[in-house]
């Protein structure tokens, strides 16, 4: 296993509401990103979190944001859901400064829009 | 035209063939390549990274072409446990470990 933790494990919601998706971090590592991945398809990058900060976003509306606290963990939070963002939701953690590209994904939240 | 193209199979297999997954990826600056394997219902999980030298690891080997800007992965005789979507994988460069990932290749190995 990586060490790397997401919660919940499942979610179901209704269009026009909130959710919160957390991820723990493998230990020792200082970066966090968040990737989308629909049925059949690649995870696509949501965007990444380093000390606190987004340093990078893909090509994601604003009602997708989130959240790096000091012990690296992050959150993901996405406003107004809506049909497509039926997904499962992956958190990679990474240390920056190591091997690159070697990220580290936790078991997912899959979450159910209806 | 996606930055990582591969077909998305399925490739079903016999135990003990040799099978072999392609992927192209459009950036031609790109500098890092790797394949992830991912299992039904599972999250992703680093396969091995592809050198221009090539690289083996068992019955795993990654070849990477930059002038044909196209990453190779072989499985040698094929296990009943290698069935698992194998991704393919460049680190785009935005200034942060950004992956990108293709569709990925279904890989059925059959008894």
């Known amino acids: 296993e990586t060490g790397v933790t997401q919660s919940p494990t499942h979610l179901i919601k209704t269009r026009g509401q909130q959710v919160t998706l957390r991820c723990s971090s493998q230990?020792?590592?200082?970066?966090v990103s968040w990737y989308q991945q629909a049925l059949g398809q690649g995870p696509q990058f949501i965007f990444q979190y380093y000390r606190e900060e987004e340093n990078g976003r893909g090509n994601f509306p604003p009602r997708f944001s989130g959240l790096q606290f000091p012990n690296y963990s992050s959150e993901l939070n996405v406003n107004a859901l809506e049909l497509d963002d039926s997904a499962l939701y992956l958190c990679?953690?990474?240390?920056?400064?190591?091997?690159?590209?070697?990220?580290?994904f936790g078991p997912g939240t899959r979450l159910t829009v209806l | 035209r996606k930055e990582v193209e591969q077909d998305p199979g399925p490739f079903n297999v016999p135990e003990g063939a040799t099978v072999a997954f392609n992927c192209t990826y459009s950036?031609?600056?790109?500098?890092?390549f790797f394949w992830y394997r991912q299992d039904c219902r599972k999250e992703p999980k680093l396969l091995m990274s592809?050198?221009?030298s090539g690289n083996e690891d068992g019955r795993f080997t990654a070849q990477l072409n930059r002038a044909s800007q196209y990453i190779s992965l072989l499985i040698r005789d094929s296990k009943l446990s290698d069935s698992a979507t194998y991704l393919c994988v460049v680190n785009s460069l935005t200034g942060f470990q950004k992956l990108v990932f293709g569709t990925g290749t279904r890989l059925l190995v059959s008894p």
């Open positions: 592809v050198y221009s």
């Open positions: 230990s020792g590592h200082n970066t």
């Open positions: 950036n031609s600056a790109s500098q890092s």
């Open positions: 990679a953690s990474s240390f920056s400064g190591g091997t690159v590209g070697e990220q580290f």
